[in-house]
């Protein structure tokens, strides 16, 4: 199966994926998105080409969090189901509910991916919020027995249910180790707050060097997988 298109959260993955392409003649176009469940939504419901691509292959690429042991930094993942996970005062990331069931991915689009690749397969869980410490990710692992978390990938289903849809992560933090407190760091519209950002790096700087570190393995990882395998993901 040819993938039509690859979304991407804009910043560095962004960037990684764009070096792993630049030269590989016919690759499918590369769209910058929101990071964040609230921004990437909005995008997607003003994203000119949605009709084009509203029954077509979309691959979403970027980085996750580990929720399981198996799962190392630098190691990547294809989603065959996401969770949507919310809780208290959290707003729904589905519009008809609170995600009691997990939405599936294109199974045929995601084993040809995954027999390809040598990638393995598994679930995953979006959140309203970036997953910053250990316990937190021991709960998301246990509730749902999934692989990784991030804050987009059950937006992208739920929004458009008939584009068959896979979804590839690379681990950038592990579930052995807090993260610094990054969860204001992004903007309502997908953006980086560096302020906050930084503030958050000087009060735990010894989880900050990890968190960068893990974050370029992730990114290196990314770059490379595109660029080996780049006629997969045409």
Same mark, same amino acid.
Not at 105 to 112: Q, W, Y
Not at 146 to 153: K, P, Q, T
Not at 205 to 212: E, R, S, T, V
């Given at each position: 199966?040819?993938?039509?298109?690859?979304?991407?959260?804009?910043?560095?993955?962004?960037?990684?994926?764009?070096?792993?392409?630049?030269?590989?003649?016919?690759? *499918?176009?590369?769209?910058?998105?929101?990071?964040?469940?609230?921004?990437?939504?909005?995008?997607?419901?003003?994203?000119?080409?949605?009709?084009?691509?509203?029954?077509?292959?979309?691959?979403?690429?970027?980085?996750?969090?580990?929720?399981?042991?198996?799962?190392?930094?630098?190691?990547?993942?294809?989603?065959?189901?996401?969770?949507?996970?919310?809780?208290?005062?959290?707003?729904?990331?589905?519009?008809?509910?609170?995600?009691?069931?997990?939405?599936?991915?294109?199974?045929?689009?995601?084993?040809?991916?995954?027999?390809?690749?040598?990638?393995?397969?598994?679930?995953?869980?979006?959140?309203?919020?970036?997953?910053?410490?250990?316990?937190?990710?021991?709960?998301?692992?246990?509730?749902?027995?999934?692989?990784?978390?991030?804050?987009?990938?059950?937006?992208?289903?739920?929004?458009?249910?008939?584009?068959?849809?896979?979804?590839?992560?690379?681990?950038?933090?592990?579930?052995?180790?807090?993260? *610094?407190?990054?969860?204001?760091?992004?903007?309502?519209?997908?953006?980086?707050?560096?302020?906050?950002?930084?503030?958050?790096?000087?009060?735990? *700087?010894?989880?900050?060097?990890?968190?960068?570190?893990?974050?370029?393995?992730?990114?290196?990882?990314?770059?490379?997988?595109?660029?080996?395998?780049?006629?997969?993901?045409?």
């Amino acid at each position: 199966m040819t993938v039509q298109v690859i979304l991407v959260p804009a910043g560095a993955e962004y960037q990684a994926v764009m070096r792993g392409l630049k030269a590989i003649p016919h690759a *499918p176009p590369v769209v910058a998105v929101p990071a964040g469940p609230a921004a990437f939504r909005a995008f997607l419901e003003s994203w000119a080409d949605r009709s084009r691509f509203a029954t077509q292959e979309i691959l979403l690429l970027g980085l996750g969090g580990s929720l399981s042991p198996q799962h190392s930094v630098g190691d990547a993942i294809l989603l065959e189901q996401v969770w949507s996970d919310t809780e208290g005062d959290q707003p729904p990331l589905f519009k008809g509910g609170r995600g009691d069931l997990p939405v599936q991915c294109d199974r045929a689009l995601v084993e040809s991916l995954a027999q390809r690749l040598k990638v393995p397969v598994g679930t995953g869980v979006t959140c309203n919020r970036v997953i910053t410490t250990v316990t937190e990710k021991r709960r998301l692992g246990d509730r749902y027995e999934a692989a990784v978390v991030d804050m987009e990938s059950a937006v992208l289903l739920e929004a458009m249910p008939q584009a068959k849809v896979a979804i590839l992560r690379v681990i950038s933090d592990d579930c052995s180790h807090d993260l *610094p407190d990054i969860a204001g760091a992004i903007d309502p519209y997908g953006s980086l707050r560096p302020v906050v950002l930084t503030l958050s790096f000087l009060k735990k *700087p010894i989880a900050a060097l990890n968190f960068i570190r893990s974050s370029v393995k992730g990114l290196n990882t990314l770059e490379r997988l595109v660029q080996r395998q780049h006629q997969e993901l045409e």
